[in-house]
């Protein structure tokens, strides 16, 4: 599924009557609530200074943009993961603004970065993971089997309390399109680096929010799977 029909689907889905969000598989669902399941962290992940200058022109790398449903098995070099993180999300102006739109600057985004080695939190301002638990989540809440070929698995968390105005499907709405502008970043970005991607929405939000120990104004919004292309 594309990036614009990912969020097409989220979209139609709030638009829904509640039997029918009750059943969408793309909604944009609660997280359960309950205190953080204490388990036991990830290592820790030391993220180089990302690279904020050369690789492909704009038009070519759009000329490549492409979503993946096949990963040959490999991990990223640091030095690559730390440039996709901040193509993604990262601050790229002395005033802490980043490299996506957010509306009304409220950064309601979180991106959740699902590693065999374990689950981290990317903190934007300064360019680096926290460790969340030491388990392979990339697959979790997804049949997909190419999910495990991916390097990593990028989760897409909204907290909703940073959004003090609108209705919650109003909220919902505002951080799927955010969500989009992030996953264009990390198309283009791996376009330019000659890497696989693609964003799911069709996934078990409540299993994966579940693992991660989000809080019940967290939402999952969207994940993308990021790695080599299979030959």
């Known amino acids: 599924m594309t990036t614009a029909a990912a969020l097409l689907t989220c979209l139609l889905s709030l638009a829904a009557p509640p039997a029918t969000q009750a059943t969408a598989a793309a909604q944009v669902t609660p997280a359960p609530q309950g205190p953080r399941p204490a388990a036991v962290l990830a290592p ?20 490549r ?27 790229n102006r002395p005033d802490g603004k980043r490299t996506a739109p957010s509306s009304r600057d409220r950064k309601e985004l979180e991106v959740y970065v699902l590693l065999p ?48 105005e609108g209705t919650e499907a109003e909220k919902a709405v505002t951080a799927a399109f955010d969500t989009g502008f992030v996953s264009q970043n990390v198309y283009l970005w791996c376009a330019s680096e000659g890497l696989a991607t693609g964003v799911r929405s069709w996934i078990d939000r409540e299993a994966l929010g579940r693992r991660l120990g989000l809080s019940p104004t967290q939402r999952i919004t969207a994940v993308q799977s990021v790695g080599r292309p299979r030959s």
């Open 65 to 91: 943009r492409s979503t993946a449903r096949a990963f040959e098995p490999g991990a990223l070099a640091p030095q690559q993961l730390s440039d996709l993180l901040w193509a993604a999300w990262g601050v």
């Open 117 to 164: 080695s374990g689950a981290y939190l990317f903190d934007s301002p300064a360019q680096a993971l926290r460790p969340l638990v030491a388990e392979d989540l990339r697959a979790v809440g997804t049949s997909q089997e190419f999910v495990k070929d991916a390097a990593l698995t990028l989760a897409y968390v909204a907290d909703l309390s940073r959004m003090s």
């Open 44 to 63: 820790p992940l030391q993220l180089p200074p990302a690279r904020k200058t050369g690789g492909l022109p704009l038009l070519d790398a759009l000329s």
